[in-house]
């Protein structure tokens, strides 16, 4: 063999080779994009995702911020995603209404985009949402916390351990459904402050992580010298809360619930350091995205929005609130 055809063989090898670690298409390739890459539930649902992805013959491409509220480093991820000629993209917004413009960029592509757990502002700003029902859910631990506190409730001190300080859907929905549901009126649906109710002794953002959550609480005993009741976005926040509490020596008769009902999160119930939590099914929301986004490919119909599920797990029932036990929690932890 020739020098010069030497060369061109192993030119065409080399190309060969790189067609073969590629995708067989642009339209095999799936994205998922979530607020971060450490919180269990996106680790979750990236285990969905994947899983789903590769049953079903499509090429995953999974990418998440650095933190809770990194919008640019979402809009970069959608950005690579269209250049990569992805048909899909699976978006948990951090900012659900500063990440619309790119959206819509995607959309006009061509690009199905489905949210998972977080809604856009407005909600049609995506094809579909596949969801909690994130006001329901806080709904559920508001009704529980109100029956549970009994008599004591309207006089109850709250602190609130919110999300971040945009307020994504996500984060106002979960903390006026709890609001709601513990009987206290809200004056924004689409937003909440500490004067929403005289009740609320002390509210700080979090980012969703058991540190926010005890640097949001250390702030919050600075002016509140008693807590009754805690609300939590999520529970690593409610970890983060409570292991505050207890530091101050603040936490005998505190009332804590929360919103996710992951494993660890289960267990917290069971051990009694949270009360109530509203499980939600980041592994369902994964698959049912990736499966549309396989349909939408091979017959370019576009899905319905979905309440994914939320179920109430304590093992303190109340009566007119709908429960299951820390058991059978946790068979379903982030199915």
Not at 189 to 197: G, T
Request: charged share 20%; with cysteine.
């Amino acid at each position: 063999m020739t020098r010069k055809l030497a060369l061109l063989s192993s030119a065409v090898t080399a190309l060969s080779l790189a067609f073969a670690s590629a995708p067989a298409s642009a339209g095999d390739i799936v994205g998922l994009i979530t607020k971060t890459n450490t919180n269990p539930f996106f680790v979750k649902m990236k285990q969905g995702f994947e899983a789903k992805a590769k049953e079903l013959g499509l090429t995953p491409q999974a990418y998440a911020g650095k933190f809770d509220g990194d919008n640019d480093g979402e809009v970069a991820a959608i950005e690579q995603l269209m250049a990569a000629g992805a048909k899909g993209i699976l978006l948990v917004p951090s900012d659900s209404t500063a990440i619309v413009p790119t959206v819509e960029k995607a959309r006009k592509a061509g690009i199905l985009v489905i949210t998972l757990d977080t809604p856009l502002d407005p909600v049609t700003a995506a094809d579909a949402n596949f969801a909690t029902d994130n006001f329901k859910a806080g709904e559920l631990i508001g009704q529980w916390a109100k029956a549970t506190l009994g008599d004591k409730a309207k006089t109850a001190k709250i602190a609130t351990l919110d999300l971040s300080p945009n307020q994504p859907t996500v984060d106002y929905l979960r903390h006026n459904g709890f609001l709601t549901g513990f009987g206290i009126p809200v004056k924004d649906v689409k937003h909440y402050s500490q004067s929403d109710s005289a009740q609320i002794v002390g509210s700080d953002v979090t980012q969703g992580s058991t540190e926010g959550g005890r640097k949001a609480m250390e702030k919050i005993l600075q002016k509140a010298d008693h807590i009754d009741l805690v609300y939590a976005i999520n529970e690593p926040a409610a970890d983060g809360g409570y292991e505050a509490l207890k530091a101050a020596g603040k936490d005998k008769g505190v009332t804590i619930v929360a919103v996710d009902g992951g494993c660890p999160g289960v267990k917290m119930v069971k051990d009694g350091i949270i009360g109530a939590t509203a499980q939600q099914y980041p592994l369902l929301m994964a698959a049912d995205g990736v499966e549309a986004v396989a349909e939408y490919i091979k017959t370019g119909k576009k899905p319905e929005s979905k309440d994914t599920g939320e179920k109430l797990v304590t093992d303190h029932p109340v009566q007119g609130v709908p429960s299951i036990d820390t058991a059978e929690g946790a068979k379903l932890c982030w199915g």
